[in-house]
């Protein structure tokens, strides 16, 4: 069978039906995680959480009646299963692990998953962070460049991160499981789901798993929250570890701190640098030239790459390279990379040829198809949330901090109201009711799994909570 990647079809000389619907094949990739069979509800969330009921019940529909999908038991207790049909299912398959690979990259892949006896043992090469010239030399070619930022444009003038915390519980879902994901958590998305919004853990899992899921939301919340403020830059890098280490390393100090223990890299012939001085040296070289490049997506990639090779801290580099190449993009006001449907072997492999080959290519195409799955997924969600209102924007920072005084003061919510009309009146007389109402919606919408964006702890939340 021959897959055309841009849509999904079957080209084999046969009379069977084929999909030639790319929203059609996102609704099936979505299913092939289900191979019992699915609610409606389960199908939305995998697929997109914003899609209106109706509409994924009529296009459901239209794959049942073309054969791809069976459906059984009605109302709310309706289950859709793919069908047994190999074209669906070999669609669907195809879709969900292949990425489209260069020659080099195959050649590299072949490299990388032979025995590990066979491959030449190796260290940390200098030289290959020190020969990189920002602005200059660059890892993404100008017609890739091109293409990322036609996918990654959000069209929004506003000030950093803005995009961002539009469709930020969204966000915090997709990034927090597939990162984790990549790790070998075993949280499912709805698990994840009900993790972050609701904060119940399964307790059929580790909790491990659990606090790893929570990590990554801190420390999105702090990426997204403070756009303004970091950078690539020790203060950004050393608390983005913190956060996402934090309850997971056996040594206490060690979240946020550089490493001074050797480590190893399970299944690799690699072995990372074990000089302390020569660590922080490099860990400050590094941040230096990310600073200089220019371009939001090299910056991006840059750190895909030589953060995991570098191996800073004792544990956890890989989260935090995912995260960190999402920096120059929230900043930037570009849709976020949230590792959709990264296969975990490609990713995998694509960062073994560069901690043993110095090679990039296999991960460049993983980056790539990445971006372009996450960038697709935000359009879409963006687009169901209709326009951003224009008094929050403008009065983001007020709002944020007038809320942050409140819990944190433990203000309850007859001196809020005369705390948030004592400010209110500041602002011009045709802002003032809309800011009112708009700080008091904010509050009432406050819950325990949204509220660290506000950049308070749990502890002054459940006491303001008290309070209120």
């Not at 997204?224 to 040594?251: C, S």
């Not at 490099?282 to 090299?298: G, H, S, T, V, Y």
Request: charged share 25%; hydrophobic share 40%; with cysteine.
């Amino acid at each position: 069978m021959y897959i055309c990647h841009d849509s999904v079809f079957n080209c084999r000389d046969t009379m069977k039906k084929v999909i030639a619907s790319p929203v059609h094949d996102e609704i099936l990739i979505a299913l092939k995680k289900f191979p019992n069979g699915a609610g409606i509800d389960e199908i939305r969330l995998e697929y997109n959480p914003e899609i209106n009921l109706r509409t994924l019940q009529r296009r459901l529909g239209n794959l049942s009646k073309q054969g791809h999908v069976v459906i059984s038991g009605n109302a709310r207790s309706t289950i859709y299963k793919l069908t047994l049909d190999d074209t669906v299912a070999e669609v669907a398959q195809e879709q969900e692990i292949l990425i489209p690979l260069s020659r080099s990259s195959l050649a590299i892949r072949k490299l990388v998953t032979g025995s590990i006896q066979a491959r030449q043992p190796v260290g940390y090469s200098r030289d290959f962070l020190e020969s990189y010239r920002p602005n200059i030399d660059s890892y993404l070619t100008k017609k890739e460049i091109a293409k990322l930022a036609e996918l990654g444009d959000t069209k929004t003038d506003q000030p950093a991160g803005t995009y961002a915390q539009q469709i930020l519980n969204r966000l915090l879902i997709d990034l927090s499981w597939n990162s984790s994901r990549l790790e070998g958590n075993t949280y499912s998305l709805l698990d994840t789901e009900r993790l972050i919004s609701q904060g119940e853990a399964d307790d059929t899992k580790s909790a491990k798993d659990a606090q790893m899921i929570l990590n990554h939301k801190d420390a999105i919340e702090f990426i997204v929250q403070a756009a303004e403020e970091i950078g690539y830059n020790r203060y950004t890098l050393l608390n983005l570890h913190a956060m996402l280490a934090n309850n997971l390393l056996p040594d206490p100090q060690a979240p946020g701190r550089l490493r001074s223990i050797p480590v190893g890299i399970s299944r690799s012939a690699y072995t990372p640098l074990g000089i302390p001085q020569l660590i922080e040296e490099l860990f400050d070289i590094l941040l230096e030239k990310a600073r200089q490049i220019e371009n939001p997506f090299e910056q991006s990639f840059f750190m895909m790459v030589h953060l995991p090779y570098l191996q800073p801290f004792d544990d956890v580099n890989k989260r935090v390279s995912r995260l960190a190449a999402n920096i120059s993009l929230i900043r930037g006001n570009l849709s976020p990379l949230s590792f959709i449907d990264v296969p975990n072997d490609l990713y995998t492999q694509g960062m073994l040829a560069v901690y043993e080959l110095n090679e990039i290519d296999l991960l460049k195409d993983v980056f790539l198809w990445a971006y372009e799955r996450s960038a697709t997924r935000y359009s879409v969600i963006r687009q169901s949330l209709g326009d951003p209102n224009p008094l929050k924007l403008k009065y983001r920072n007020q709002i944020r901090d007038l809320i942050n005084k409140i819990i944190i003061e433990g203000i309850n919510s007859k001196d809020a109201s005369k705390l948030i009309m004592k400010v209110s009146a500041e602002l011009p007389n045709e802002d003032k009711a809309q800011f009112v109402e708009a700080v008091e919606t904010e509050i009432m919408a406050l819950h325990e799994g949204n509220f660290a964006r506000y950049r308070v702890s749990p502890k002054e939340f459940i006491a303001w909570k008290s309070a209120w």
